[in-house]
């Protein structure tokens, strides 16, 4: 596609309940990062993949929150038994190359717990 | 621990004001200095990447500057259209982590006509 393109834009969700956001990176794009982005906070690393692979998943909170690449392609991220801490706005960005090129973010998924 | 400060948190301009934005960084072995315009409800895009000291980018009123200790984002005659948050990120190498960045919290620009 022309740009990283993220679904849903927002989600409200009840405490307790799990949810899943998708990530449809550039067409061609190795790489593919989620960020979170909570109030008044700068962007948070979350996950980094190469490929369909995960070689850091050193910024994932807990092990509430998962994430999986498919196809070299789509990507989900998932969080269970979701807690209000969790409310932020959740950002994928995808790079030619990881760790060389510049990468490119989508419009995010704002989350909300309730 | 690689850090990235961002100052001021939010600045205000008339129209046609100059003004720079700065963005001081510690980082081991910087790979890379990224500037990102948000708009509200929006996510990063992308404005430049800055490599090595005395590097400069422009990018019709936005020029972005490089030492070894911090990065400015000089804004000449601004226009309300360049009212955004800007972000300062850096990439750093060591091991198979130079594909991270790392963000400050950006600036909070106000351009009023």
């Known amino acids: 596609g022309a740009g990283v393109s993220q679904s849903p834009s927002n989600k409200v969700t009840e405490k307790g309940k799990d949810v899943e956001l998708r990530c449809d990176p550039i067409?061609?794009?190795?790489?593919l990062y989620w960020y979170r982005q909570s109030l008044g906070q700068g962007l948070e690393f979350l996950i980094y993949?190469?490929?369909?692979?995960?070689?850091?998943k050193s910024g994932l909170p807990s092990d509430r929150f998962s994430a999986e690449r498919t196809g070299g392609s789509v990507s989900t991220l998932t969080i269970q038994r979701t807690q209000q801490e969790d409310s932020a706005v959740y950002l994928c960005?995808?790079?030619?190359?990881?760790?060389?090129?510049?990468?490119?973010f989508g419009q995010g998924t704002r989350l909300t717990v309730v | 621990e690689d850090q990235v400060t961002q100052s001021p948190e939010a600045l205000r301009l008339q129209e046609g004001e100059s003004s720079s934005l700065n963005c001081s960084y510690t980082?081991?072995?910087?790979?890379?200095l990224f500037w990102y315009r948000q708009d509200p409800g929006k996510g990063p895009e992308f404005l430049f990447t800055?490599?090595?000291a005395g590097e400069e980018k422009e990018k019709e009123r936005l020029k972005a500057t490089l030492t070894k200790k911090e990065s400015f984002l000089h804004i000449t005659a601004p226009k309300p259209e360049d009212s955004a948050t800007y972000l300062c990120?850096?990439?750093?190498?060591?091991?198979?982590?130079?594909?991270?960045?790392?963000f400050g919290k950006g600036t909070l620009l106000t351009v009023n006509p």
């Open positions: 067409s061609g794009h190795t790489a």
């Open positions: 960005a995808s790079s030619l190359v990881g760790g060389v090129t510049e990468a490119f």
């Open positions: 990120a850096v990439r750093t190498g060591g091991g198979g982590s130079n594909y991270k960045l790392t």
């Open positions: 980082v081991s072995g910087l790979r890379g």
């Open positions: 993949f190469q490929g369909n692979s995960a070689p850091d």
């Open positions: 800055l490599y090595s």
